[in-house]
């Protein structure tokens, strides 16, 4: 790089990121029509977002105007649809950049983040970016939280935040009562990360933000309301931390097409649930699948996808053949996960067209 530019020597040094590629790339790179793919492999909603959203961007007013900074009346639906004060919600352009402004808000140079991996990897993403330092407790062999190894790596690295992701991405378990319990014990600032929490029979924890000083929960519109591509994700605060966020909070972070749709979706919430349904139907019904099949074990999950380890074959190579065929899921190339893929719960027709190629993989 040119002397006189002198960019973070910690970034130049960094790998890039790859996140999830668009529809477009997927079918350029396959040679097939967009309409011809599934895309299993990011958890979106595969039924998009609620008609009415669509019909509301169509008519969207007023976008020559910033929108309103501080999301008002979408916190006022928000806290209505969780049961929690307006005053302790915080919306940002997805879970996301939550994640970030917690960083923003807590971490000095050095200061420690406890991470959980195999987890969702913003949070150890971010981090660094942040000048933090990222502490991995790794999980159990089943995937479950080790509460002994977090404790001890709290205490001894005087940790500023612990992200725990519940259901967990990308394996699909919920954080045991007690372990929470304990955990919030500890002094720490503890993030418990939502995205999944809609398609789960566990409870949320949004209505213990506040009685707990030291727990944030993060949601998302992503998943369960399809808009993951308009970007508009939530926290829950204590209050006494509300002053501070928005102190930092960028004005004008969620635009207004997300502060819009995000608000028709609450508005519509009955049917999206419906959609749900069946999704956790459709999961349901692949574990139930995967599980007769040699070549997969699946995970037992709270969300909308399913995590497998692969047998007798590479994950990469059974990623690959799903591939061939116009299927998309998720590979991972990382310690714990390298033999594992975690496939999204798709429509009901995408689900059949899913069990028929794995059933002939396994035929032939
Ligand atoms: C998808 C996902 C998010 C991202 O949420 P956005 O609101 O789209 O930024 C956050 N956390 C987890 C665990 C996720 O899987």
Same mark, same amino acid.
């Given at each position: 790089?040119? +002397? ?25 790179? #396959? ?18 977002? $609620? ?52 960083? !923003? ?39 479950? #939280? ?24 990308? $394996? ?42 030291? #727990? ?10 399809? #808009? ?15 002053? @501070? ?21 609450? @508005? ?8 749900? +349904? ?23 999950? @709270? ?46 027709? @995408? ?8 059933? !002939?993989?396994?035929?032939?």
């Amino acid at each position: 790089m040119n +002397e006189k530019v002198r960019i973070r020597r910690d970034v130049e040094s960094m790998s890039a990121y790859t996140p999830t590629t668009s529809l477009d790339v997927f079918a350029e790179r #396959l040679g097939m029509d967009v309409h011809d793919l599934i895309k299993l492999d990011a958890n979106e909603n595969p039924f998009g977002p $609620s008609p009415r959203v669509k019909a509301a961007l169509a008519n969207l007013q007023h976008m020559n105007v910033y929108p309103d900074p501080e999301s008002g009346r979408l916190r006022e639906l928000l806290g209505e649809y969780i049961g929690v004060p307006k005053e302790q919600i915080l919306c940002g352009a997805g879970a996301d950049e939550l994640i970030e402004i917690i960083m !923003q808000l807590f971490i000095e140079p050095g200061d420690v983040v406890i991470n959980t991996p195999p987890t969702f990897a913003m949070y150890g993403f971010d981090a660094p970016l942040y000048h933090g330092r990222v502490v991995d407790v790794y999980r159990r062999e089943d995937f479950s #939280l080790d509460a002994d190894a977090i404790e001890a790596a709290v205490r001894q690295h005087d940790a500023k935040l612990l992200f725990l992701c519940s259901p967990n991405n990308p $394996s699909g378990d919920m954080i045991e009562a007690g372990d929470i319990d304990r955990l919030l014990e500890l002094p720490v600032t503890v993030v418990v990360d939502e995205a999944y929490i809609e398609f789960a029979e566990g409870e949320s924890l949004v209505a213990r933000v506040g009685d707990e000083a030291n #727990l944030i929960v993060l949601r998302t519109m992503s998943k369960w309301a399809g #808009l993951a591509g308009l970007r508009v994700g939530y926290g829950v605060f204590p209050s006494e931390l509300m002053p @501070q966020l928005w102190k930092i909070k960028q004005p004008y972070n969620v635009n207004l097409a997300a502060d819009i749709a995000a608000q028709v979706s609450l @508005q519509d919430v009955d049917f999206l649930m419906t959609r749900v +349904e069946t999704l956790v139907k459709e999961r349901i019904r692949m574990e139930t699948a995967f599980a007769e099949l040699p070549m997969l074990a699946p995970y037992p999950s @709270q969300s909308n996808f399913v995590l497998n380890r692969v047998i007798g074959m590479s994950a990469e190579e059974f990623r690959e053949r799903l591939a061939g065929a116009g299927i998309i899921v998720r590979y991972y190339n990382k310690p714990r996960l390298e033999d594992h893929i975690r496939i999204s719960a798709g429509t009901p027709h @995408q689900v059949d067209r899913l069990l028929e190629l794995l059933t !002939q993989l396994t035929t032939s």
